[in-house]
């Protein structure tokens, strides 16, 4: 890798020097509103070719974050969505259990409860406690 990188470094130090001595000639460039002074043409090649490049980077370095703060967004909206499905499931088994009948109601019937209920009021205050006399 450090040595791919040391050739393209060699190639462009070639290519600009290579520039440089073919267009040699002065030219004067007009910045719309200023006058730069004359300079060589194989410089100003270079200049304008670093200043693409720079440019170009930044855009591209610009542009990636835009994307990727697209995709970041798209990942926690589908994350988003699974755990809203999730809670929604919870919340329905929970409904579930809290409508679904208790053991004794299951094996006694619906009167299971009443009965105790009523057996409960006639107990002395001597005898062990039961679930229903520390319920009241």
Known sequence: M?????????LSFAYSLGLVLANNTDVGVNLLFSQAPTMNLG???ILCLMLGIVIG???????FR???????????????????EQ????????DRQANSPTVEEAVYGATAANVQDA??????????????????
């Open 43 to 45: 410089l100003l090649l």
């Open 2 to 10: 450090r040595f791919l990188l040391f050739v393209l470094l060699f």
């Open 66 to 84: 835009v994307l990727q703060n697209k995709w970041e967004i798209s990942r926690l909206q589908k994350a988003n969505a699974n755990l809203q």
């Open 119 to 136: 057996t409960a009021d006639h107990l002395d205050e001597g005898t062990s406690l039961t679930k229903q006399k520390r319920d009241y």
């Open 87 to 94: 809670l929604t499931q919870a919340n329905i088994v929970i």
């Open 57 to 63: 980077i930044l855009l591209a370095l610009l542009i």
